[in-house]
């Protein structure tokens, strides 16, 4: 059974940095994809970036193109979600989930995931 924990969360000024780091446990990310993945207050949780096991893929939504950056280290089982230029549209929960195919196409989906991190608050202010 997999585990994962997001963390890295935080409150940052229009324009700054985070790191949001998913440690992988009970899996490899040798054989699994991973997706993160975003909800703002009172809207539906939505697909923001995706990598592929062995890190060999990855896909970003329009929203987060250009501005986000997905990696994986396989000798810590961990993701990586890199957000740069962050903007107040940016705040809500961040969850990384075990993708139930690596064949994700051109971009991963909320459907059939059942491995859910519990989530890490990202408040952009103005």
């Known amino acids: 059974q997999a585990q994962l924990v997001e963390s890295g969360g935080g409150l940052v000024q229009q324009g700054g940095s985070l790191r949001l780091p998913c440690a992988v446990s009970?899996?490899?990310?040798?054989?699994?994809?991973i997706g993160w993945f975003y909800q703002a207050p009172g809207k539906v949780r939505e697909a923001i970036s995706c990598?592929?096991?062995?890190?060999?893929?990855?896909a970003y939504s329009d929203s987060v193109k250009g501005r986000f950056t997905i990696s994986g280290d396989n000798a810590r089982n961990t993701v990586y979600l890199q957000m740069d230029s962050l903007i107040p549209e940016d705040t809500g929960v961040y969850y990384c989930?075990?993708?139930?195919?690596?064949?994700?196409?051109?971009?991963?989906?909320?459907?059939?995931?059942?491995?859910w991190g519990q989530g890490t608050q990202v408040t952009v202010s103005s």
């Open positions: 989930a075990v993708l139930p195919s690596n064949d994700f196409g051109k971009m991963c989906g909320i459907g059939g995931i059942a491995y």
């Open positions: 009970g899996i490899s990310l040798r054989y699994h994809a």
């Open positions: 990598i592929s096991d062995v890190q060999e893929r990855t």
